[in-house]
């Protein structure tokens, strides 16, 4: 069974900088590659930031820039440093995994940024 846990939310002033870090049991994100996604309040979830097997990462334009994806294989983790960070980027942010086609997700830390 996979399991994802996140880790690093906190409230922060606009300007400042997070990291979010996952760590999965039951999957290897080297194999299977990783998302990071997010949901503020009255919004769809969008993808913020992704990282493939082969380490290809790609980016939301409102983050490009400001955001980066990495992954320690040593560890089975993937981290979201989190830089300038903007009001706009409260949300709820998920990591996200795929493992023989299923969809696994971890149960979400709030970033929130004060003005």
């Known amino acids: 069974q996979v399991q994802l846990g996140e880790s690093g939310g906190g409230l922060v002033q606009a300007g400042g900088s997070l990291t979010l870090s996952c760590a999965a049991s039951?999957?290897?994100?080297?194999?299977?590659?990783a998302g990071w996604y997010r949901q503020a309040p009255g919004k769809q979830l969008e993808l913020v930031a992704g990282?493939?097997?082969?380490?290809?990462?790609n980016y939301a334009d409102s983050v490009k820039g400001r955001f980066t994806i990495s992954r320690d294989n040593a560890k089975n983790a993937v981290h979201l440093q989190m830089n300038s960070l903007k009001p706009e980027d409260t949300a709820v942010y998920y990591c996200n995994t795929r493992s023989r086609g299923v969809s696994f997700w971890g149960q979400g830390t709030q970033v929130t940024v004060s003005s």
């Open positions: 990282i493939t097997s082969g380490g290809t990462t």
């Open positions: 039951g999957s290897t994100f080297s194999v299977n590659g």
